[in-house]
């Protein structure tokens, strides 16, 4: 698929529902996701679209969200004061995935990343995606460092 077959735009307030059924929709999310739009989803949208150094997306086919992800841009000291670019919450719906709308979506954030001068793309994917995993080494990432998580949510 080419990212002429599918439309990237920038996510709109009425496309939660949609964003959070993509995140929900294979084993590891839909035990995470709300599955129903709340305050905290419409607040955590609201300060990500007030933010010019990040850019939530969604990826239409046919007049239908099937995909999103969220790029964000990150100033850093290391690397000769290199910006990064970050993918988050990378999510192609489950019956399309293998059609290349995940390499368009890459495509895309490469070139966005490339427009906002970073010098370097990264992403982290949870441990059991062993899809996602190969699917982004063929994209051209590689698996270099070890990530931590400390959750900060009370039980």
């Keep these: ?41 419409q607040s955590a949208f609201d300060a990500i679209q007030r933010d010019p150094n990040h850019i939530l997306v969604v990826g239409e086919r046919d007049a239908k969200i099937v995909a999103t992800l969220l790029l964000s841009f990150l100033p850093g000291l290391s690397r000769h004061g290199a910006w990064r670019a970050q993918i988050e919450s990378m999510r192609v719906s489950g019956e399309l995935r293998g059609q290349g709308i995940g390499q368009a979506l890459i495509d895309w ?7 906002r001068g970073c010098r370097l793309i990264q992403l982290t994917s949870d441990r059991r995606r062993d899809d ?15 990530g931590y998580k400390l959750s900060l949510e009370t039980p």
């Design 132 to 146: 996602a995993h190969r699917f982004y080494e063929r994209a051209g990432f590689e698996p270099t460092h070890f």
């Design 109 to 115: 954030s490469i070139d966005q990343a490339r427009q």
């Design 1 to 41: 698929m080419t990212r002429a077959q599918l439309s990237i735009r920038s996510a709109q307030h009425c496309d939660i529902a949609a964003l959070i059924a993509l995140y929900g929709d294979d084993d590891i999310g839909v035990n995470r996701e709300a599955m129903e739009p709340d305050e905290a989803y």
